[in-house]
Structures are given as C-alpha cells and as structure tokens.
C-alpha cells in the first residue's frame, strides 16, 4: 500500500510524469532485451550463386554450354554467389588542436560644447561633457585525439558483377561469446585486378567501404550509460 501510494504521488507532479513513462519504457526494452538478441541483418546476409542454365540437348560438339570447365585461370571469385576473403587492415589516426584569442577595447570622450565662449550648465553642472569606455576579451582552446585499429578476416560473398566487371561483396561475422555476441559488417566494390591469388583482398583497396564492428548482450549494456545518465548528458539539459 505504501508503495501505491507513493507512485499515485509521483504521478500527481506534473514534472515528474514524463520520467516515469520513460522509465517504463525503458524497463519493458529491457526485459525484452534480456529475452531474445537481435539476430543478423539482413541487408549483410550472403547471396547465393545464380542459377546454371540449363544445356540443351548435345548437338555433338565437344564444348557444351554451362558444362565449361576453366583450366588456366586461378581459382578467384569473379562471380555472383563466389566467395571471396577480406583481410581487415584498418588503421587510423587523427588529432586537432585550436586556440582562439579576441579582444576589444572601445573608449569614447565627448567634451561639453561652448556658446559664446561659455558651456551650458544646470544648476552649475557641466551635463554635457560626457564619456564611454568598454573592453572585452575571450580566450579558447581546444584539444582532440581519435584513432582506431582493426585487424583480421572476414569471408564475403559477391552480390553484384558490375557493368565494368568490378565486384560488389558484402556479409558479416557474429561470434558468441558467453553472454554477449560480436559481429563484424563489411560492404564495397572490389576490383578483380586487386584480388591476390589466394582469393584475399586487403580492406584498404575496397572501395566505398563500411565496416562496422560491435557486440550486443550483457556485457555490452554494462558499459553503456543508463537512459537518464544520457538525459542529463545531452543537449537538451538546460544546466
């Protein structure tokens, strides 16, 4: 009963009501959560091969259409559905300084005028023999360091031969571990030029590359600020 009561009074201050719907909103995505992970994107699920066409009937030749066998060709994915390795070599590094300094200084002196050889007074003060002075200044300065570095394989499949005979791969890689899992996403154009002959390509000649590495579970929402911490951490806090 205490505690019924207690919600009836938090829900009676008008403030307090948009917090206690996040909150529960927050509590029902969670448990969700806790019940199922996400599965795979489909949008990085691999593509399978196109379908052989099928022969006609043997007219007698030695060479038969769909039946070709390359013999002097090293053994590359050049073809839709073909797998093809990527080794992950990414490695950036990044840093920015700026420093701002201002300043401003204004004086303003006007003297009283004269009117033949006299100024004007009020009551023997001099009102219009006036001046104005202000200064401002503002220094700023600003530090920031960023880098990052990926490293390992990931098998794609080829989802497009295009026009010019580049490639469009893509796939992903989920790894789960005790209660959490890991993936790594990759998409991009690849030139059949670049590709080495043990079937791998370095990430650093894909071109229009996205590569995403995370994880989803327990361990990675323990590290990961609640909904109110980032509440108070975001732009719309007025404090």
Not at 18 to 45: F, H, I, K, Q
Not at 104 to 129: E, F, H, M, Q, W
Not at 163 to 171: C, I, T
Request: with cysteine; charged share 20%.
């Amino acid at each position: 009963m205490h505690a019924v009561y207690t919600l009836n009074k938090l829900w009676s201050a008008p403030l307090l009501r948009p917090l206690l719907l996040a909150g529960c909103a927050a509590a029902v995505t969670g448990l969700d959560a806790c019940r199922t992970l996400p599965r795979p994107s489909e949008s990085y699920a691999a593509t399978l091969p196109e379908a052989v066409p099928v022969a006609d009937a043997g007219n007698g030749a030695i060479y038969q259409s769909g039946h070709d066998v390359p013999l002097f060709e090293n053994a590359v994915a050049h073809r839709v559905g073909d797998v093809l390795t990527i080794t992950l070599e990414e490695s950036t590094n990044a840093s920015k300084s700026a420093i701002t300094t201002t300043k401003k200084g204004t004086t303003l002196d006007t003297s009283a005028p004269t009117l033949l050889g006299v100024s004007p007074t009020v009551k023997g003060r001099n009102i219009l023999n006036n001046s104005l002075s202000g200064a401002s200044s503002f220094d700023g300065e600003g530090n920031s360091k960023q880098s990052n570095q990926l490293t390992g394989d990931i098998s794609v499949t080829v989802a497009k031969r295009l026009a010019n005979g580049n490639l469009l791969v893509r796939g992903q890689k989920w790894i789960a571990i005790n209660q959490g899992r890991e993936y790594v996403r990759i998409q991009g154009i690849v030139r059949p030029v670049d590709i080495r002959p043990d079937n791998t390509v370095p990430s650093t000649k894909v071109a229009d590359a996205t590569i995403a590495y995370g994880s989803q579970g327990a361990l990675n929402d323990s590290n990961s600020k609640g909904w109110l911490a980032r509440f108070f951490d975001s732009r719309w806090m007025p404090f």
